[in-house]
């Protein structure tokens, strides 16, 4: 093979993945653990979680924000360096267009400076921009690398595509199931359709709706 198509190809799959890169809506994850889909295992290993801890966890599911996992974790008499401690191992992701300041701060390493960065850079369609706008805070490439994780985009019911979807897939959103079921009743019209047609494939674990229903939004014309 000749230097110039190695050169070439190479150059194809580089575009390749600055696309799939471009398209994930959930920041890439470094480990962070996610509570409502996690096994008890995963979550008893990690700092501070007690028997106790992860069953108030598992009574609470689906938790829809971080500062309900903050309001657990303090229930079960886990102080702040504590939960800041834990919530660098697991977190409820906080949604970059929607979530509140409260939200936001409970993240490891947030401060209000870069939370405001977060706010004007609203509303987000993709993470790229993202490392110049908290550039400007003089947060590193690593730690908007770091931050991102923790955060997600949330995904337009009737635009999505394989990439976007793809990148919810740790966290059980955008597996096969999903992607299936989300395709076949476009276009969407309301979220109401969307409690009433997914609602069909949930009718054992009812409250599962809530939690895929916080990563969605249908684009109003």
Do not use: C
């Not at 096969?176 to 997914?198: G, V």
């Amino acid at each position: 093979m000749t230097s110039f198509r190695i050169t070439a190809l190479a150059g194809v799959a580089m575009l390749a993945l600055s696309a799939s890169a471009a398209s994930a809506q959930l920041g890439r994850q470094q480990g962070l653990v996610e509570p409502n889909v996690a096994p008890d295992s995963a979550i008893l290993a990690l700092p501070h979680v007690t028997p106790a801890l992860l069953d108030a966890i598992k009574a609470s599911r689906p938790i829809l924000s971080a500062t309900v996992l903050d309001s657990i974790a303090t229930a079960s008499s886990l102080d702040k360096a504590q939960r800041t401690t834990l919530y660098g191992k697991m977190f409820v992701h906080v949604d970059l267009n929607r979530g509140t300041d409260a939200e936001l701060l409970l993240i490891p390493g947030m401060n209000q400076a870069r939370v405001d960065a977060i706010k004007a850079g609203r509303p987000w369609k993709s993470f790229e921009q993202l490392q110049a706008q908290l550039g400007k805070t003089a947060a590193t490439p690593a730690e908007v690398a770091r931050l991102e994780q923790y955060l997600f985009i949330p995904i337009e019911l009737n635009t999505w595509t394989d990439p976007i979807m793809d990148s919810f897939a740790s966290i059980n959103v955008g597996t096969p199931r999903w992607k299936r079921e989300f395709a076949e009743y476009r276009p969407w019209t309301s979220m109401e359709q969307f409690d009433r047609e997914i609602s069909k494939y949930l009718r054992s674990r009812p409250q599962e709706l809530k939690r895929l229903a916080r990563y969605v939004y249908i684009e109003k014309k």
